[in-house]
């Protein structure tokens, strides 16, 4: 069957580390989000892509990237983690326009 | 921009119908999901409305008014595990670009109780 996967599903990192998080799907989708949830806020767009070797930035995408090197992954990079970084953080897949199907969720706690 | 507004938090009981209302202004409005998310888990797809009306898929109902830029989400004989974040998010689309963006509300808990 068909999947998206996130690893790690739990990360503890200190202020100004890098850390990257994974996003593998197998639907064979085109488009890839990365949204983060906060309470207070739901879930917040960080950056999407439609497609190898485009990438876009959302809502937050301060402090984030994302690099889109094949249809299976897109991996998300905070530079020099923060505090204000510690979240739950969802990649989603879709298919074009169709709805997105989301993976498991990294939380993340920057100390 | 966009904003789009849901009540925080809803308490109903098994068995009961619930409705759970959603408001929006948007831009480029291409139509609008609910999704489910129990604590701790990712959010799942419930419907999906472009045109005015509503949908039915079993025990949940989704309606939609473009005009008055509303929405709701019914759910009929509730159940106890029923009891999740139901988030209402719109879809735009950038004419130019050819882009679909998703905007979620922040969501509303309901309690489903004996």
């Known amino acids: 069957d068909a999947e998206i996967t996130q690893s790690p599903r739990h990360k503890i990192t200190e202020t100004g580390r890098q850390v990257t998080l994974a996003c593998h799907q197998t639907?064979?989708?085109?488009?890839m989000f990365w949204y983060r949830q906060d309470l207070g806020h739901g879930l917040r767009l960080i950056h999407y892509?439609?497609?190898?070797?485009?990438?876009n930035k959302g809502e937050v995408s301060d402090g984030y990237s994302v690099s889109r090197s094949n249809t299976e992954d897109l991996p998300l990079t905070l530079e020099s983690a923060a505090s204000s970084q510690t979240s739950v953080y969802f990649c989603?897949?879709?298919?074009?326009?169709?709805?997105?199907?989301f993976g498991p969720g990294t939380r993340l706690t920057v100390t | 921009g966009q904003n789009i507004d849901q009540p925080t938090e809803m308490t109903a009981t098994e068995g009961a119908i619930v409705q759970i209302n959603c408001t929006y202004q948007?831009?480029?409005?291409?139509?609008l999901f609910w999704y489910q998310q129990h604590a701790g888990e990712a959010p799942t797809f419930l419907s999906y409305?472009?045109?005015?009306g509503l949908e039915e898929k079993g025990r949940f109902s989704s309606f939609l008014s473009r005009s008055k830029g509303y929405s709701y989400l019914l759910l009929k004989e509730l159940q106890m595990k029923d009891s999740a974040s139901y988030l209402c998010?719109?879809?735009?689309?950038?004419?130019?670009?050819?882009?679909?963006?998703?905007?979620f509300g922040k969501g509303t808990k309901l309690s489903v109780i004996p």
């Open positions: 989603a897949s879709s298919d074009r326009g169709h709805e997105q199907y």
């Open positions: 639907w064979n989708h085109n488009n």
């Open positions: 892509s439609y497609g190898v070797q485009d990438t």
């Open positions: 948007t831009s480029g409005f291409n139509g």
């Open positions: 409305n472009v045109l005015d």
């Open positions: 998010a719109v879809r735009s689309v950038n004419s130019g670009a050819g882009s679909y963006q998703l905007t």
